[in-house]
């Protein structure tokens, strides 16, 4: 079974910085891109970030509005994936989810989500 | 960027009732397009993939259809655990994106 649990949510500061991590079992990590989604309260689905895989030298994609501040990684001996996240607005207050992204048909899409971890951004 | 318009935003109807979403890509995208569903307080679940490929272990009354710009999801007969929000995304570059949401509420 696919499992994907995130971790490391709370609140903070503006300004400051914080650390998630996603958790993943019953797949082969290594295989697979993975993404970051976040949802603030209320709104819509925004995405946030792409790591690709070994086989693709662990490459990046990441949204505008967050380009610089985060960062998306991935430890395949721990079959765990990190986003860290500096200089925090309070516009970044969501939940966010990590996704397990798939080879379909034609192209790599978010198939698994975990159920998300809230950060909360504020003074 | 391309950016992705759903319509209609909320949609109000009847269990058995036939439903259609609709979702617009600012420029063409070929058929690299997902749809998802998402119920409160949980995660969102991929329904289909390649604008009209159903994921496994989704049932047939969800359908998929478009290329290019414009796209549709149809729900052929409402169940209750279809009333939901349903999401469109987009994955022919970077940045991806999604439709802003269409809420499908019990009439």
């Known amino acids: 079974e696919v499992q994907l649990v995130e971790s490391g949510g709370g609140l903070v500061q503006p300004g400051g910085s914080l650390r998630l991590s996603c958790a993943v079992s019953?797949?082969?990590?290594?295989?697979?891109?993975m993404d970051w989604v976040r949802q603030a309260p209320g709104k819509g689905l925004e995405w946030v970030a792409r790591?690709?895989?070994?086989?693709?030298?662990?490459?990046?994609e990441y949204a505008a509005s967050v380009k610089g501040r985060f960062t998306i990684s991935r430890d395949d001996s721990k079959n765990s994936l990190n986003l860290q996240m500096n200089s925090l607005k309070t516009e970044d207050s969501a939940v966010y989810y990590c996704?397990?992204?798939?080879?379909?048909?034609?192209?790599?899409?978010?198939?698994?989500w975990g159920q998300g971890t809230l950060v909360t951004v504020s003074s | 960027d391309i950016q992705l318009t759903q319509s209609p935003s909320f949609l109000s109807a009847s269990v058995g009732d036939r439903v259609t979403i609709t979702c617009r890509a600012s420029?063409?995208?070929?058929?690299?397009l997902a749809w998802y569903q998402q119920k409160p307080g949980k995660a969102p679940k991929l329904l289909i993939y390649?604008?009209?490929t159903l994921q496994s272990g989704v049932p047939s009354r969800f359908s998929g259809s478009g290329s290019g710009t414009e796209f549709t999801l149809t729900i052929s007969s409402l169940q209750p655990e279809d009333f939901a929000t349903y999401y469109c995304?987009?994955?022919?570059?970077?940045?991806?994106?999604f439709g802003q949401g269409t809420q499908l509420e019990i009439k």
């Open positions: 996704a397990k992204v798939t080879f379909l048909s034609n192209g790599w899409y978010p198939s698994d």
């Open positions: 790591n690709r895989n070994k086989a693709n030298s662990y490459t990046t």
């Open positions: 995304q987009h994955l022919k570059s970077f940045p991806l994106a």
């Open positions: 390649g604008a009209s």
């Open positions: 420029q063409g995208i070929n058929s690299y």
């Open positions: 019953g797949f082969t990590f290594s295989d697979h891109y």
